[in-house]
């Protein structure tokens, strides 16, 4: 996996509290066989009219949100399903972190592992990028930190050896299958 | 030195590593299930670097979420929504082939929800750690056993090597005091808890739920309340092993059998929380105040018990969800009519719950209008109902007899609710379009599911299920 140190963009807003993976990605795109792809249908439903053409209401469809990386998004994102379909579908349309006060614990679990930062911050702050969509962020993965436009720092939580993977682009998957000789001590034990 | 929780029992003897600060626990899983959704990139993923299936027999699969309900053709093929979706069930066929996972296929009498046949099979047990790339998978805490879901990278962790890194969520007792009134039921008492707690209210957590209410349930109900625990938030639910678990294990194919049985059975007596163990936050229910509880909004959490009115709007999205289910603050549920009712699930999916239908149904009509699905959790549930004659009185009512699956609760094998249409459901996830494009979802239990189909609108269940029982 890439290493992630920095993430830098201006922030797109969506304030709803309980943001669920059936939202992100609806169910019936899961037919897939593959990872790839999905981002055409991320938030499906609230960024198409019934007719199929795009609603210029939401925030996504705006012209000021083109080329933004960083959501910010009220409490409690990604709660439902455990789809890691969910995930897939934000990197693969252009989104690489997520701001909230609370992250669901499966979508969290999901994101970190495939690069998508998902990080929270304490309420007052989370309140204050809420009602300011469009800042310029630089959330600095090592330092724990996102540095405002005005030279304002606001801590973030993230599990520390979630970071440590993050940052040297550590893969889970490779850690696991270091852990051999323990896993045969462990079933010759036990199971 | 403090007394262990029953989550702290089992997760001490599954750390093949214990957590630290900087990593954590390499956790061991007993049991994975896998289905057709959550898998395939999963397995793609070993065949890229080269992995095998490290202990294939600690995975079971079968397919369920992609699975037509209607029965297969003249010729034999099930009638999948989309080629992607036939590809997809052949894809896992294909994949636990090549990795030797035992599969449940579509022509298998034991197939169905990988919720349901985990438990009738045997396969879930007591103390175990049990994952499955689907949240639903806290189903199995009923047995007092570890289970909770996963993603699809971690699918391919267990797959690779049956262990996954895990930080150690928090403990959360829900105790539930006194018993149920009549013509309550688990999921009445489920969803009033995630009332109570919220969405979110269990997030980091493992909930024990304990207390006099929860020892009188049955092993179904247990399931079914157990289910819901991630609606709250929490990683997983559990309720400690005790006589009427073992008396439902009993027998069934995969649990140990004779002299394993015996050892099995003095390892489970011990898998209880100590009686000065501590949690880490505590609820109180009381059981003789919750009533038949249906949701009323677009979330799990949003509920209100069939005698009260629908609470006013908080704040904006509140207000939101109020709008799209065309439902008004300070009037009553009840009355609300009814386009589409659904029985089936994980959640209420079981013999009981198509018991608990079909009695309200027996020699009654669905209200004009009105369309019901009902389908089985399993093949082994349809089975059963057609023994005793509960899929006659489902089509004597006009209700749809299916094959067993996920159906309309994830609504992505084409069983769909239409825009607009509001449906009664007996599933878990209310959500704007859950259930389809625009599709408007009330949870309920299967009574008062089945209550709302006859009457036309959503209705107190105990009109029917009282009467039935005094008469």
Known sequence: MKPIRHVHSRSVVLAHDNIDTDRIIPARFLTTTTREGLGRHAFQDWRYRSDGSPDPDFVLNRAEAAGCSILVAGRNFGCGSSREHAPWALLDAGIHAVISSEIADIFRSNALKNGLLAITVADAEHRFLLRHPGLELRIDVVAGEIALPDGGRFGFALDAFARHCLTEGIDQLGFLLRQHAAIQRHEEQYA | ?471
């Open chain 2, 1 to 471: 030195m403090a007394g262990r929780t029953l989550l702290d029992k089992i997760w001490d003897a599954h750390a093949v590593a214990p957590e630290t600060v900087a990593t954590p626990a390499v956790l061991y899983v007993d049991l994975h299930l896998v289905h057709e959704v959550t898998s395939p990139q999963a397995f793609s993923e070993l065949r890229t670097r080269g992995l095998r299936a490290r202990r294939p027999e600690r995975t079971l699969a079968t397919m369920d979420h992609s699975t037509p309900t209607l029965p297969a053709g003249a010729d034999g093929t099930p009638p999948f929504v989309t080629p992607e979706a036939a590809q997809q069930v052949r894809t896992l066929r294909e994949n636990c082939r090549e990795f030797g996972i035992d599969l449940l296929d579509l022509d298998s009498a034991q197939r169905g929800i990988v919720h349901v046949i985990g438990p009738e099979l045997g396969a879930t047990q007591p103390g175990m750690t049990i994952v499955c790339g689907d949240s639903h998978t806290s189903t199995h805490g009923a047995f007092g056993a570890l289970a909770f879901g996963i993603g699809t990278s971690e699918v391919g962790h267990v797959l690779a090597t049956q262990c996954l890194l895990q930080r150690k969520p928090k403990a959360m007792a829900v105790e539930v005091h006194g018993r149920l009134q009549p013509g309550v039921d688990a999921k009445d008492l489920v969803l009033h808890i995630i009332g109570r707690i919220g969405v979110d209210g269990g997030t980091g957590c493992v909930i024990e739920y304990r207390g006099e209410a929860i020892r009188a349930l049955s092993m179904e109900q247990r399931m079914t309340v157990c289910n819901m625990s991630i609606e709250a938030g929490a990683r997983a639910g559990m309720i400690a092993p005790d006589d009427t678990t073992f008396a439902w294990l009993r027998g069934r194919a995969r649990a140990p059998q004779g002299e394993a049985w015996t050892r099995a059975l003095a390892h489970w007596k011990t898998l209880h929380s100590d009686r000065d163990a501590r949690f880490d936050r505590v609820v109180e229910i009381d059981a003789a105040a919750v009533r038949p509880t249906l949701s009323y909004g677009t979330h799990p959490g949003m509920v209100v018990d069939i005698e009260a009115s629908v609470p006013q709007a908080g704040n904006a999205l509140q207000q939101r969800a109020l709008d799209y289910m065309g439902l008004r603050a300070g009037a009553r549920l009840a009355g609300t009519p009814v386009d589409v009712v659904f029985v089936g699930s994980c959640t209420n999916g079981r013999l009981s719950d198509l018991r608990a239908a079909a009695a309200v149904l027996r020699g009654r009509r669905l209200a004009r209008g009105v369309r019901m699905l009902v389908v089985p959790g399993s093949a082994a549930v349809k089975h059963d109902a057609e023994q005793e004659g509960l899929d006659a009185v489902f089509r004597a009512a006009g209700a749809e007899w299916r094959e067993p699956g996920c159906s309309m609760c994830i609504a992505m094998n084409g069983d769909l609710v239409a825009p607009g249409q509001l449906a009664v459901s007996t599933s878990n996830r209310n959500f704007e379009g859950r259930q389809g494009p625009g599709a408007r979802t009330v949870l309920a239990s299967p009574a008062s599911a089945a209550a709302a189909a006859v009457a036309g609108h959503i209705v107190d269940p105990r009109a029917y299920t009282i009467e039935e029982a005094v008469a």
